[in-house]
């Protein structure tokens, strides 16, 4: 049966990349409605996992569900949006144009009705990433943080005829954004999730840690810890999660 608590659920995780085992035996859930961080360090595994949580990579061992189906059932398509680390927008054709062309792929046809519901699902979505005012300039001609942006509207999309996505996999969204965008894109997260998306942010940066209601920590394609993060550092005594990590670290050690 469906545990619609969890959006979520893996079970001796598996992933050998290259003749190396980059994911280690994981089991872990994620809950659904949260914003949940994969944090660790470059090269732990998070963008392995993401992959493999949609469906994506090969050399997978073990269990993994997403909204109670195996990952990459056909049936997640329009249900999982999924953001790389390198944005897949059409350069040449503007903000709203690639937006327009994405909906329409989602969810073609319908007639009139279905195009006034792209039309109104793709208004929106460039507000909430914060892009009207670029709407009709090229992809081409957009920062890197403001390219980031297009990507995770595309996500945003979900079935493109107005329902959002049920999890939403963002790997590194806020790399190279100024701290103001960084704390826009977080509150979108924040509010996305109260309204029913999962949200699972991948991050390097510890700090971002804090803004999360749930952590899952990697390193070296191992789980170090799934928690809050203030349980996490309740329990290892530490002030912040960087330090809660560097004892994880310490303690892990053989
Ligand atoms: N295409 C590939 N072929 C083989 N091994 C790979 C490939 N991509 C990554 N790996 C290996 O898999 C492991 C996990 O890499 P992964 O990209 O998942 O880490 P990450 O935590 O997302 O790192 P970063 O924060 O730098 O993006 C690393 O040891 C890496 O060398």
Redesign the pocket.
């Known amino acids: 049966m469906v545990n619609i608590k969890t959006a979520v659920r893996a079970d001796g995780l598996t992933?050998v990349?290259?003749?190396?085992t980059?994911?280690d035996g994981l089991g872990f859930t994620v809950a659904r409605s949260t914003v949940t961080g994969l944090l660790?360090?470059?090269?732990?595994?998070?963008?392995?996992?993401?992959?493999a949580l949609v469906g994506v990579q090969g050399g997978v061992s073990g269990t993994v569900e997403v909204l109670g189906l195996p990952a990459g059932h056909p049936e997640l398509r329009r249900q999982v949006g999924y953001v790389t680390?390198a944005p897949s927008v059409y350069t040449d054709l503007s903000v709203r144009e690639n937006l327009d062309y994405y909906a329409a792929v989602l969810a073609p046809g319908g007639g009139r009705a279905g195009r006034r519901a792209r039309t109104d699902t793709v208004e929106r979505t460039l507000a909430e990433v914060d892009l009207g005012s670029h709407a009709e300039v090229p992809a081409g001609r957009l920062s890197g943080g403001q390219l980031s942006r297009v990507s995770l509207a595309v996500a945003l999309l979900g079935s493109g005829s107005g329902q959002r996505p049920e999890l939403l996999v963002l790997?590194?969204p806020t790399v190279g954004l100024d701290p103001v965008l960084r704390r826009d894109l977080w509150a979108l997260f924040h509010r996305l999730a109260a309204d029913g998306t999962t949200v699972l942010v991948?991050s390097?940066v510890m700090d971002e840690a804090e803004r999360c209601e749930r952590l899952l920590l990697?390193r070296d394609?191992r789980l170090l810890a799934e928690d809050s993060p203030g349980r996490l550092c309740e329990r290892t005594g530490a002030a912040t999660v960087e330090d809660a990590f560097l004892r994880l670290v310490e303690e892990a050690r053989p």
Do not use: F, I, N, Y
């Open positions: 992933v990349r290259g003749g190396r980059a994911l660790g360090p470059s090269g732990s595994g998070k963008s392995t996992l993401m992959r680390q790997d590194e991948s390097h990697l394609g």
